[in-house]
């Protein structure tokens, strides 16, 4: 396999890596301060049950984008993402590192397209091994050309 990827060069159960990110609390809650200002995002962490602020969601998610894309999406000549389902399994506090993987769950090709239906499942863990983040991503990928 070349550093160029294409829809059939994926077979069902592969395992791609992704790398590692540390969020920091100074990054925590300036995204939170931009993209959502919610005390629990924002602090004081007084004001917070678990005792600290903790990352919101949605940079928990662009965190696993970029590693994704890192690792995976940019090696595409192009594709066309269809759909997201995301589920959020814990907090992530300030200091964690999260890491995960992608897991390709199905490819469907359609020569007569010259593309593929790519469904990957994927999540990033805690510095404990617990999942944080689970998804699973629906996208057209481009066949390879004849």
Excluded at 76 to 89: D, K, L, Y
Excluded at 109 to 131: S, W
Aim: charged share 20%; hydrophobic share 40%.
């Amino acid at each position: 396999m070349t550093d160029t990827l294409y829809a059939d060069d994926l077979t069902p159960g592969q395992q791609i890596p992704l790398g590692r990110y540390t969020l920091t609390e100074a990054e925590i809650i300036d995204f939170a301060r931009h993209w959502d200002p919610l005390t629990i995002h924002t602090g004081p962490a007084t004001d917070s049950p678990l005792g600290s602020v903790i990352a919101s969601g949605i940079q928990t998610l662009a965190v696993y984008q970029r590693l994704a894309a890192q690792a995976f999406w940019r090696r595409f000549p192009s594709g066309i993402g269809r759909g997201f389902e995301v589920t959020f399994r814990r907090p992530v506090m300030p200091g964690t590192t999260l890491t995960g993987q992608i897991t390709i769950r199905s490819v469907e090709a359609r020569p007569d397209r010259g593309d593929a239906r790519l469904v990957i499942d994927a999540a990033l863990e805690g510095d404990d091994g617990q999942a944080v983040l689970e998804l699973t991503n629906s996208s057209v990928m481009p066949l390879r050309p004849r």
